[in-house]
């Protein structure tokens, strides 16, 4: 069983960055593929980024490819999504995801087998 914990949500002014962490347990994360969703109020969950196991592969959602870095570090068994030139669009509860490791990276919600409780990230305009 996999445990995932998220840190390091908050508030900030667009334009801003924040960088969102998510601490894993259990299976070796070296197995795992990692993925970051986020849901706004009122909205569906969206896929944001994903990266494999050994990051060589990476996928971001249009929306903030060229803003978002997803990374993890295997030694620390965490994987971490930094935000640079934030709208208040990108605000929500973002949630840390994992799933077995395969050779591309799925973007729906229900490829991921475990989650997070997730972080709520607030973009002022």
């Known amino acids: 069983q996999v445990q995932l914990v998220e840190f390091g949500g908050g508030l900030v002014q667009a334009g801003g960055s924040l960088r969102i962490s998510c601490a894993a347990s259990g299976p070796p994360f070296t197995t795992l593929i990692m993925g970051w969703f986020r849901q706004g109020a009122g909205k569906e969950r969206e896929f944001v980024a994903a990266i494999t196991s050994n990051s060589g592969i990476t996928s971001y959602a249009d929306s903030i490819k060229g803003r978002f870095t997803i990374s993890r570090d295997n030694a620390k068994n965490t994987v971490y999504l930094q935000m640079n030139s934030l709208k208040p669009e990108d605000t929500g509860v973002y949630s840390c995801?994992?799933?077995?490791?395969?050779?591309?990276?799925?973007?729906?919600?229900?490829?991921?087998?475990?989650w997070g409780r997730g972080t709520q990230v607030t973009v002022s305009s």
């Open positions: 995801a994992a799933r077995p490791n395969r050779y591309t990276i799925p973007r729906s919600p229900t490829d991921y087998n475990y």
